[in-house]
């Protein structure tokens, strides 16, 4: 009996996906995907380090964003995510997870500012008369 060339364990060149539209990771694709990863790794200390954007709030949009730009990379580079893997159920587990994320992140924020705007204010003197 002949084996089949899709089968678990089995070498099969040139085609790098199974049936169910699963894709395999190639070197020059983790390659890819770490020098990326580095490089949005890298830009955020640069930018808060350097303070070259000159406003912090301005800085923290941007290191947000390139989180978010290195969030993608990790998923499309290592985990393999894309539309046609799995019947499209990854994607709509990352549609989730983006959604879950912003909730938190919107939570936080809000939690934060709220706490801020209601606390007393306080003088140093005051600040050290505390046990």
Do not use: C, K
């Not at 089949?4 to 395999?24: F, I, K, L, Q, Y």
């Not at 190639?26 to 490089?39: H, K």
């Not at 930018?47 to 499309?76: D, E, F, H, R």
């Not at 549609?95 to 140093?124: C, D, E, K, R």
Request: charged content about 5%.
């Amino acid at each position: 009996m002949a084996a089949n060339p899709h089968d678990a364990g089995t070498v099969h060149a040139g085609n790098h996906r199974h049936d169910s539209g699963e894709a395999h990771g190639t070197v020059n694709g983790y390659v890819t995907g770490f020098v990326l990863s580095a490089i949005l790794t890298v830009i955020p200390f640069w930018l808060v380090i350097n303070g070259t954007l000159g406003s912090p709030a301005l800085t923290a949009i941007a290191v947000m964003a390139l989180g978010v730009a290195q969030i993608v990379v990790q998923m499309v580079y290592f985990l393999h995510m894309n539309a046609r893997s799995e019947g499209g159920w990854t994607l709509m587990a990352f549609v989730f997870t983006i959604i879950i994320i912003v909730i938190a992140i919107a939570g936080s924020m809000w939690v934060m500012h709220h706490l801020n705007t209601h606390m007393m204010p306080m003088t140093p003197e005051q600040a050290q008369s505390l046990p």
